[in-house]
C-alpha cells in the first residue's frame, strides 16, 4: 500500500498545482544542516535550480512548502516516519507535514503546520481517520484534499 498510496498521493498533487509555479516530486533528497531525507512526496518550486544544494546532492529544505511521509512498514519505518523526521521536518521550518498512517487504528491522516523551528515543533495539528476528508490549509497545495481516493477506505473496519 506504501507505494501505491505515495503515487496516487503525487499525481494527485500534480493536477491540484496545475503546471504553475510550484512541482510535486518524489525520490529527490531534501537537505537542511547537512542531514538529507528522501520523502515520499514533496513541493517545491517547478524551477528548482536555484534551490539545488551547492554539492548538488538535493533541494534546500528552505525551498520546500510541503513534505508528505506515508508510513513505511516496520517498527523502524513507523517510528521514524512519527518521531524523528517529524522533529527534524519543524526544526528545517518546512511550513506542513502530512502523515499517512496505515498502523494507526483503522488509517489516520495527520496535518501538521505552523512549525516552530527553534523548538522543532509544529503548533497547529489536525489527525482524521481514513474515510474522512483533510484539507492542506497553506501554501502551494491549499485546498487540496486528502481523503479515501488516496488513502483508501479505513483499514479493517
Not at 30 to 43: A, T
Not at 122 to 147: L, N, Q, S
Amino acid at each position: 500500500m506504501h507505494g501505491q498510496i505515495a503515487n496516487r498521493l503525487r499525481r494527485a498533487v500534480d493536477r491540484h498545482l496545475d503546471e504553475g509555479e510550484w512541482a510535486a516530486y518524489q525520490d529527490i533528497n531534501v537537505v537542511h544542516d547537512r542531514k538529507v531525507w528522501i520523502p515520499d512526496c514533496f513541493i517545491a518550486p517547478e524551477d528548482s535550480k536555484a534551490h539545488v544544494t551547492d554539492d548538488g546532492i538535493g533541494i534546500k529544505a528552505s525551498a520546500v512548502h510541503l513534505i508528505v511521509e506515508v508510513l513505511s512498514p516496520g517498527h523502524d519505518g513507523t517510528e521514524r516516519d512519527r518521531e524523528p523526521k517529524h522533529r527534524a521536518y519543524a526544526g528545517a521550518g518546512i511550513p506542513v507535514y502530512v502523515l499517512i498512517d496505515d498502523y494507526d487504528g483503522h488509517g489516520t491522516v495527520t496535518v501538521l503546520a505552523a512549525p516552530r523551528p527553534d523548538e522543532a515543533v509544529y503548533t497547529d495539528v489536525h489527525r482524521v481517520a481514513y474515510g474522512i476528508d483533510v484539507i492542506i490549509p497553506e501554501g502551494p497545495a491549499k485546498g487540496f484534499v486528502i481523503g479515501e481516493a488516496i488513502t483508501g477506505p479505513a483499514r479493517g473496519a
